[in-house]
T-cell receptor, first 114, second 109 residues
Framework: GAVVSQHPSWVICKSGTSVKIECRSLDFQATTMFWYRQFPKQSLMLMATSNEGSKATYEQGVEKDKFLINHASLTLSTLTVTSAHPEDSSFYIC??????????FGPGTRLTVT | GQNIDQPTEMTATEGAIVQINCTYQTSGFNGLFWYQQHAGEAPTFLSYNVLDGLEEKGRFSSFLSRSKGYSYLLLKELQMKDSASYLCASLDSNYQLIWGAGTKLIIKP
């Protein structure tokens, strides 16, 4: 089956620093990937849609200058949280679209900002 | 607007059957998904319905009624490991998933 990986699986960083999270589709090419954020006991919140070779589409309320997304190849999208603050601590999950109705999720990255 | 409704929490007994309901209103419709999510983990795919009716897959079944904007997930022979959150998601006209808040299912011995 289709596999999506994320790296790192967890990261602790200091306030004010930047953190990069990678999302890779291991056995298929994905022109579209999605980045979600999930706070404890809440559902997934779509942050942005990442399209290979073009700018990401951000959801309302998500700061594009703070959450930088790069989808440089058909198998890799990266999310960089710039100048992280404690309120950015969350579970970040990516998914990759194989077909219109098929998305596969990565295992998630737990970010803790101290 | 777009809206997905499902109960916040349900409790059931090991070995029993539980039905988790979901109603949806989305801009266009390209199918209804159910995902299982254990605490601290990413969602895992359970089912996809785009036509009316019941789809059975082992202990799990999913039902869809497009005319009613309604779906349910049926879990049989409940096991302790089924304790998790169950997320309902509708695929809208842009093939974007619109997520419900999830139903936390608690299984008691």
């Amino acid at each position: 089956g289709a596999v999506v990986s994320q790296h790192p699986s967890w990261v602790i960083c200091k306030s004010g620093t930047s953190v990069k999270i990678e999302c890779r589709s291991l056995d298929f090419q994905a022109t579209t990937m999605f980045w979600y954020r999930q706070f404890p006991k809440q559902s997934l919140m779509l942050m942005a849609t990442s399209n290979e070779g073009s700018k990401a589409t951000y959801e309302q309320g998500v700061e594009k200058d703070k959450f930088l997304i790069n989808h440089a190849s058909l198998t890799l999208s990266t999310l960089t949280v710039t100048s992280a603050h404690p309120e950015d601590s969350s579970f970040y999950i990516c998914s990759a679209r194989l077909r219109d109705y098929e998305q596969y999720f990565g295992p998630g990255t737990r970010l803790t900002v101290t | 607007g777009q809206n997905i409704d499902q109960p916040t929490e349900m409790t059931a007994t090991e070995g029993a059957i539980v039905q988790i309901n979901c109603t949806y209103q989305t801009s266009g419709f390209n199918g209804l998904f159910w995902y299982q999510q254990h605490a601290g983990e990413a969602p895992t795919f359970l089912s996809y319905n785009v036509l009316d009716g019941l789809e059975e897959k082992g202990r799990f079944s999913s039902f869809l009624s497009r005319s009613k904007g309604y779906s349910y997930l049926l879990l049989k022979e409940l096991q302790m490991k089924d304790s998790a959150s169950y997320l309902c998601a509708s695929l809208d006209s842009n093939y974007q998933l619109i997520w419900g808040a999830g139903t936390k299912l608690i299984i008691k011995p």
